[in-house]
């Protein structure tokens, strides 16, 4: 493949939902037509030596796992979404039932390390849920999903035990934020 | 007296190393030495800091005064625990500089922004409900305590660090009578001097003007040719 | 390239953050050595054809873009390094990455100041990971993370300036007598 070509895989794998063809055409500053022969033999290279294909989807394409790598892709998914939560899953949980709708920063500070990759977990396993910050459309923040309170076999939040001391300890801690020192 | 902001170090080695660097010298006792006086100087601007972070600062400026006392008198006998800390301070001020090099590297790398992307975690694949069997309330009530159990307070003060800044008191303390012991002996004037003791005097009578300008001693002769008497400065 | 070498790819692709080589082998039912063999044609495959690579952190791999296309696709991509990183930070990552797995008492050490803000901070940011010491597990010890490694753009830590022989330079640089003669 030339350089054209490689470009516009690693552009369609990082941004995972995929592009239209004239967003790419702008992003090389070539035309439609171009891009759509790039593709074709993109397409052709992941066909022949890949597990992967190109989706498309009107003017949109995406690259995703191919059918031949079905198997493979659902035996990894009832792996990583069934079974229990592990113990850093179970406190990404916890700090959202006592703290949510609370963001992704916040989640972080208080549980002193990365949780990005945690959270994508309890929202495919559909634990949590991801909506717009009321205070700033911008940004998201994280709350039990409904399916999961129900599960749980209560009817709000504020039924989990001892939720008032918890929630206000965590909100105590979240405050301080702004007086630590930043490296 | 030294001129550059506390900001600029991220701690007493690099304040040190800087020290060194700027005379363009290794590291050794003899580097150590001659800067040992800036450093302390530069310790009385520290005054206002955090107890902490002076503490670490002083831990590294005994050292330094063992130094530099030995370099101006080297009658001065050091325990050998002194001699393994005086060793110890040069390997860990060569160490940092092998470190401060490589995080400069690091920085560098960084700045070229050849960064390497991976792809979202899952993307693309729809989510279904799928709970964890065994999660209750009481689970999530657990974690949560797990959680505040262990979330850091903001003012946690090593104890060991200002047990050993507490310690130098008494080192300097302790140091400043060795050096007034050594004194006597040479000018108590009672054993006449021998051709070959007139260097040590000298050395040593420069050692002591040179700890009275840094302020470590005051020296008080009440009357002419009384015996000049070495105090603390308090 | 062959149907394993193909779905282990098709694996990472979906996996985004990586996995171990011993959950590959056991989704595939292979041994470590038939899946190292394995990553190493893909590796090998994706350095020539396109600008993927394989990112080595431990025993973990991941599918990650090269750095041939960083500028292309940094604009894209879901994750960012964000902020600049302080010499301190610099230094705290250049004591974990050289002399890792390494507790906080050691780095302290090192440093000649209290680490423990900066080690907080850089674990939010996911630039370092913290494990438990696996010769004391009632303490943790210190470890540089995959994004590090993309951070800097490298996919193996040995990529570091001077990696390979950092051993040897450091006991030079600490156990060279101190008789040189001043400068």
Redesign the interface.
């Known amino acids: 493949?030339n350089n054209l070509e490689?470009?516009i895989?690693?552009?369609l794998?990082?941004?995972?939902?995929g592009?239209s063809i004239s967003k790419i055409s702008e992003?090389f500053g070539k035309n439609d037509g171009e891009i759509e022969e790039s593709i074709a033999v993109l397409k052709d290279?992941l066909e022949k030596?890949?597990?992967?294909a190109i989706l498309r989807d009107g003017d949109r394409v995406?690259?995703?796992?191919?059918a031949?790598?079905s198997k493979?892709?659902e035996?990894?998914?009832k792996?990583?979404?069934?079974?229990?939560?592990t113990?850093s899953g179970?406190?990404t949980?916890?700090?959202i039932?006592?703290k949510g709708p609370i963001k992704r920063s916040e989640i972080?500070?208080?549980?002193?390390?990365?949780s990005?990759?945690m959270l994508?977990?309890l929202?495919?396993?559909?634990?949590i849920e991801r909506v717009r910050d009321p205070k700033d459309q911008r940004s998201y923040v994280y709350r039990i999903?409904a399916?999961?309170l129900k599960?749980?076999?209560?009817t709000s939040i504020s039924?989990?035990?001892?939720y008032g001391s918890?929630a206000q300890?965590?909100e105590d801690?979240v405050s301080?934020k702004s007086?630590?020192?930043?490296? | 007296m030294y001129e550059l902001a506390l900001e600029k170090f991220s701690g007493p080695l690099n304040l040190l190393l800087d020290m060194v660097e700027e005379k363009r010298l290794s590291i050794n006792e003899i580097s150590l030495s001659e800067v040992a006086d800036q450093y302390i100087a530069y310790l009385k601007a520290l005054e206002e800091s955090s107890k902490e972070e002076l503490a670490s600062f002083l831990v590294i400026a005994s050292t330094l005064m063992l130094i530099k006392s030995r370099s101006l008198l080297p009658s001065l006998k050091l325990t050998e625990e002194e001699e393994v800390d005086i060793k110890e301070l040069e390997d860990r001020l060569k160490m940092y500089k092998f470190f401060k090099e490589i995080s400069l590297k690091l920085g560098g790398i960084g700045k070229l922004k050849n960064h390497l992307f991976g792809r979202e975690a899952y993307a693309g694949m729809s989510y279904f409900f799928s709970p964890p069997e065994k999660i209750s309330a009481e689970n999530l009530k657990k974690a949560i305590s797990d959680v505040l159990e262990i979330l850091p307070k903001v003012n946690d003060l090593p104890e060991d660090i200002v047990e050993r800044a507490v310690s130098l008191e008494e080192k300097m303390a302790e140091l400043k009578e060795r050096i007034e012991h050594s004194f006597s002996h040479v000018f108590s004037g009672k054993t006449k001097i021998k051709d070959e003791e007139k260097v040590d005097v000298i050395v040593s009578f420069l050692a002591l003007l040179e700890l009275i300008k840094q302020g470590f001693l005051i020296f008080e002769q009440k009357r002419l040719f009384d015996n000049i008497e070495i105090k603390k400065y308090e």
Chains 1, 3 share one sequence.
Not at chain 1, 49 to 52: A, R
Not at chain 1, 123 to 127: A, K, M, Q
């Open positions: 493949m490689k470009n895989e690693a552009l794998f990082v941004s995972g939902e592009m992003i290279h030596d890949h597990h992967l995406s690259l995703v796992t191919s031949e790598a493979t892709v035996e990894f998914a792996e990583e979404f069934s079974g229990e939560l113990k179970l406190e949980l916890a700090v039932a006592y972080d500070y208080i549980r002193g390390v990365n990005s990759f994508r977990n929202l495919i396993r559909g634990l999903s399916d999961f599960f749980l076999g209560i039924d989990l035990p001892d918890f300890k965590l801690f301080s007086t630590e020192v930043q490296g």
